[in-house]
């Protein structure tokens, strides 16, 4: 793996949001499930799709707190238009986990904070 310059890591924007809607998505290619979340006032809600069912439902991602990026140009994905691209790491089997806020901190973080 190549170097890159602090300038190139600079503009990947990864935001902390909060997912606050989750279907499946059972028109994709591979099992994934729909999201959409709130990044707060400055970004708003975005969407996206990922392909997780090995670790969720759609039920258990509502209120969880994810790592995305927000400027990515948008993506079509089927008949859904992706706009985010959540951050997650393969397990053993690689299976994707979504990486978020440990949850270890008494502060609530705001919504859209930038990843530094």
Same mark, same amino acid.
């Given at each position: ?8 890591? #600079?503009? @990947?924007?990864?935001?902390?949001? $909060?997912? /606050? ?21 400055e970004i708003g809600e975005k969407k996206t799709s990922a ?15 994810? #790592?995305? @990026?927000?400027?990515?140009?948008? $993506?079509? /994905? ?30 609530d973080l705001p919504l859209g904070g930038r990843l530094h």
């Open positions: 793996m190549g170097d890159i310059a602090f300038d190139d890591f #600079l503009k @990947v924007d990864i935001r902390v949001g $909060r997912v /606050i809607k989750a279907e499946p998505f059972p028109e994709a290619r591979k099992p994934a499930i729909k999201m959409w979340i709130d990044f707060g006032a392909q997780i069912t090995a670790h969720y439902d759609a039920d258990s991602l509502i209120g969880k707190e994810v #790592l995305a @990026v927000v400027n990515f140009p948008r $993506r079509q /994905i089927g008949k859904f238009m992706s706009e985010v691209l959540v951050l997650g790491l393969p397990d053993a089997q690689g299976e994707i986990v979504l990486i978020g806020p440990d949850g270890t901190i008494s502060t």
